[in-house]
């Protein structure tokens, strides 16, 4: 037995020894062309809704000025193996215009289309203010119309879409970057001609934690009961030198919250906010800048999804624990 195992560890020492010899002899090589890998190659994700299934749909925030060939949309699909996260990017183009900051994506209940939608942030004008509504293909997604946006605004990272009693609702909110409060609007709509009402109604959602983030939502999802979900975020762009000297690197955190519910009142559509929100996660280290509701209408189970967009780090998609409702509310 001693012979066999110092015959085995004599092989060993003899192959590790040509490895590293031909390692010393290679290695400049590799370095002179490039030899690296990438840690990942997930663009960021700035919005996203589960649309079945183990599927997603994001987008990416790309400008329209400077990265008009960056993809736009990302069909992404939930691991089952050590070979990860699995998705398909595609580019985007319509009537010849390059959408400009996708910065949320919004999921239109009881039909199989999304609304991507820009953020406003950029020079003014309405070609970088617009709403594209999309049909869900079995690989993608087709644009099949595009508004401009019904109000005017100034960098929204958050919306979603809400169907109550055959009505359908879109909610959308400002980032609101180092302020204490943002409003949560919202507005009726016919998703098959994609008008929006002409009045619109919002409540003030204060700041979750101001000690803790400097964006008060960059992410919004509504789940077949009404309740809404928000992310708040920090991001060194807005937190002044010498954090925003090198913003694209981080620090960065954020919260998921669960922050109300939508519904009908008197036959109109009507959020109302929790009197304290609850903490679904926070998360150190990440810009979460997206959460996507998973829901099994046969088991009325439910998860939670986030999507982040950590520039220079790329984006990565995780499932957060369930969280704990307030009392009297069930999901």
Sequence with gaps: MFRNHHCIWSLTGTLCSVFFFVHGLTSTAWAQSGFQRRATTLADLSGMVWVGGDRFIAVHDAKAEGEQFLPRVADLRLP???????????????????????????????????????????PDGPAIKKIYKASIQSQGIRVTKAV??????????GS????????????????????????????????????????SR?????????????RVIVGLDIDSNGLIYSV????????????????????????????????????????????????VGLVDGFKVETVAVREDSDSGSYEIFIGTDDENYGGVLRRLPPPVLPAGIEN
């Excluded at 996708?102 to 999304?114: C, D, H, T, Y």
């Design 148 to 157: 401009e946006w019904p109000f005017d605004i100034t960098n929204v990272e």
């Design 202 to 214: 919002s409540v003030t959602f204060p700041q979750p934690d101001p000690d803790r983030f400097n």
């Design 160 to 199: 979603a879409v809400a169907c109550l009693g055959g009505t359908y609702v879109f909610v959308f909110a400002e980032r609101a970057d180092n302020q204490a409060s943002t409003e949560l609007t919202w507005v009726k709509f016919d998703p098959k001609r994609m008008k929006f009402a002409k009045k």
């Design 232 to 279: 708040s975020a920090f991001d060194p762009e807005n937190a002044g030198p010498p954090l925003s000297d090198d913003a694209d690197n981080g620090p960065y955190a954020a919260g998921v919250y669960l922050i109300g519910s939508i519904g009908l009142e008197s036959d109109q559509p009507q959020i109302n906010l929790f009197d304290t929100p609850a903490v």
């Design 80 to 122: 089952k193996s050590l070979r990860g996260v699995t998705y398909r990017d595609s580019r985007l183009c319509v009537r010849g215009e390059v959408p400009n900051d996708l910065e949320s994506v919004a999921r239109i209940p009881g039909r199989r289309e999304v609304l991507l939608v820009e953020s406003g942030d950029g």
